[in-house]
């Protein structure tokens, strides 16, 4: 049977009760690392952005370069996550996956992807599968919405210099719940990729490919559960508007997070008779 939340809860916070100095530490690193990303970002806003530094441009032309560094500005955001912030996130999880499961990790264990080539390529291999996944989905889940709005938008049929005819113009007011729609339906479609992570780390020798598809299969049934699981945390999220807080509610968090996945995938392991670990 699938763990309750008190159960999994529970269980994280007796699995932390003698490591919280280490969690904290390792938390506090993450923490560290996204704070870097975000000034990273807004240095970046700062030296592109037209109207934030002199600039001969005309103001018209300002309007277009400051659209031009928002794009540049996203892409060397996703950079800096893909080279620097994903492989040590999957460190974390990897560190919280091995001390939930009785390891005696050193917080510098959460360098784990950094510390070969082999395994830093593995944690890019993850993110871009986690990344094109994400970007199909979304493209998919929201082509409703983007019809709408290219069928109603007064800057598409300026270029054929006529106006939004009144039939279509009344479709405008369905865009926001097609949005809402899309966004549901995204997080229906990831959430099944929710224990991709997890394989990785209970096998070693499991391919991504093959975590992907096994998440997939594995996580039929206990999807629901891990949404409202997640969903239980929401008056630690809003208690952690304090930072202090935040530096216990992550590493609680995230130990509680792993030990529902270490559940669901031993009750699989059971009801389907799977092989022992090494062979999944």
Known sequence: MLPTNAAAKSTARVTLKKRWP???AVSLILLTVFIIEIYFQQLLLTILKGDNVWSPLEPQNIIYLNQWSNVLVTVASTLFSFIITFPLVLGVLRWFWRITGGADDSVGGVFYYFSSVNNYILSLKVFWGFFWRTVALTAIVFLPY????????PEVYALFGTSVPLGISSLSSIADFLVILG?????????????????????????????????????KGS???????????????????????????VPYFLASVTVFSRY?????QRTQNMAPQGEF
């Open 264 to 268: 669901v995938i031993n009750h699989y």
């Open 146 to 153: 983007m019809i709408v709005y290219a069928a109603t938008s």
């Open 22 to 24: 280490a969690a904290i």
């Open 183 to 219: 966004l549901v339906g995204l997080i229906v479609f990831i959430i099944r990729y929710y224990l991709v992570t997890s394989i990785l780390f209970w096998d070693e020798t499991v391919s991504v490919h093959d975590a992907f598809k096994y998440s997939a299969v594995v996580s």
């Open 223 to 249: 999807k629901s559960a891990y949404f409202y699981f997640v969903i239980s945390f929401i008056g630690w999220f809003v208690l952690s508007l304090l930072a202090v807080p935040l530096l216990f509610t």
